[in-house]
């Protein structure tokens, strides 16, 4: 079994950072493709980043230049970082990562719980 437990969300002025990490344990091989989404009230939920396990990026244009993903694979970790935050990046934000864990042939696509951002004055 795989877990994944996110930290870091909050609220924060427009303009301001904000920094996610999502963490993964539990009976793990290997992880590939890491990457956090979002949903916003109403809306469905949409990718923001992607990280490779040999760590190409990529970014849904609304936040190219202002969100940077990173992952540290020794620690089974996937960072988001968030710069000049705008009101429209409200939402629940959700890690994913694609594991093979232990005894396993195949990989899984595991979820995080999600953690709220908002950004408001």
């Known amino acids: 079994q795989v877990q994944l437990v996110e930290s870091g969300g909050g609220l924060v002025q427009p303009g301001g950072s904000l920094r996610l990490s999502c963490a993964a344990s539990?009976?793990?091989?290997?992880?590939?493709?890491m990457g956090w989404y979002r949903q916003a009230p109403g809306k469905q939920r949409e990718l923001v980043a992607t990280i490779t396990s040999g760590s190409s990026t990529n970014y849904v244009d609304s936040v190219k230049g202002r969100f940077t993903i990173s992952r540290d694979n020794a620690k089974n970790t996937v960072n988001l970082r968030m710069n000049s935050l705008k009101p429209e990046d409200t939402a629940v934000y959700y890690c994913?990562?694609?594991?093979?864990?232990?005894?396993?042939?195949?990989?899984?696509?595991?979820w995080g719980q999600g953690t709220q951002v908002t950004v408001s004055s």
């Open positions: 994913q990562m694609v594991v093979r864990a232990l005894g396993n042939t195949r990989s899984s696509t595991y």
């Open positions: 539990g009976s793990i091989f290997s992880i590939y493709n």
